[in-house]
Antibody, heavy 118, light 107 residues
Framework: QVQLQESGPGLVKPSETLSLTCVVS?????????WGWIRQPPGKGLEWIGS???????YYKPSLKSRVTISVETSRNQFSLNLTSVTAADTAVYYC???????????WGQGTLVTVSS | DIQMTQSPSSLSPSVGDRVTITCRAS??????LNWYHQKPGRAPNLLIL???NLQSGVPSRFSGSGSGTDFALTISSLHPEDFGTYYC?????????FGQGTKLEIK
């Protein structure tokens, strides 16, 4: 059973960079599938941020593309999200997840709340 | 981006009721439509893949239908644990987009 766990700071200052890591257990990232990040502002809906393959191929939401980098470390069985120049609008619960098929997320982490505030 | 519109935004059925939630895409997406269920404070759970394929472990009272632009999620007989918010998602193209959600509050 694959498990995912997000980690990173819960508070980020405006204009700084949000950095999160997702550690995967129970499944080797190297064996395939895409891995994604999805966020959910408090009380609002879900927003796909981007996805990465085990070989490092990435797909990003165009409106976030200039600020987002998703990377993978197969040796540590983890992948990461960097979001630069954050504002209050980036405050959200951030989820990492495993695609079971193109864009369909079958396994999710528990989510981590990141608040952007000075 | 492909816009996904769900209706209704909320409803308050009773246990045992048959419930249908609809989702409309702003362009044709074949059957690349998934449904998720999210309980408060929890991550979403994938219920249905490709419009009608029930995921392993999901009760058979859930079913999905539709193709093209119009889709539906039906719960044949509502159970108390079915409360929460339901989201549709298109995976026809990137960016993958979700509906705004339908909040189900059990009466």
């Amino acid at each position: 059973q694959v498990q995912l766990q997000e980690s990173g700071p819960g508070l980020v200052k405006p204009s700084e960079t949000l950095s999160l890591t997702c550690v995967v257990s129970g499944h080797s990232i190297s064996s395939g599938f895409y891995w994604g990040w999805i966020r959910q502002p408090p009380g609002k809906g879900l927003e796909w941020i981007g996805s990465i393959s085990q070989s490092g191929t990435t797909y990003y939401k165009p409106s976030l593309k200039s600020r987002v980098t998703i990377s993978v470390e197969t040796s540590r069985n983890q992948f990461s999200l960097n979001l630069t120049s954050v504002t209050a609008a980036d405050t959200a619960v951030y989820y990492c997840a495993k695609e079971i098929r193109r864009g369909a997320f079958g396994s999710w982490g528990q989510g981590t709340l990141v608040t952007v505030s000075s | 981006d492909i816009q996904m519109t769900q209706s209704p935004s909320s409803l308050s059925p009773s246990v045992g009721d048959r419930v249908t939630i609809t989702c409309r895409a702003s362009q044709r997406i074949s059957n690349y439509l998934n449904w998720y269920h999210q309980k408060p404070g929890r991550a979403p759970n994938l219920l249905i893949l490709d419009a009608s394929n029930l995921q392993s472990g999901v009760p058979s009272r859930f079913s999905g239908s539709g193709s093209g632009t119009d889709f539906a999620l039906t719960i044949s007989s509502l159970h108390p644990e079915d409360f929460g918010t339901y989201y549709c998602q298109q995976t026809y193209g990137t960016p993958y987009t979700f509906g705004q959600g339908t909040k189900l509050e059990i009466k």
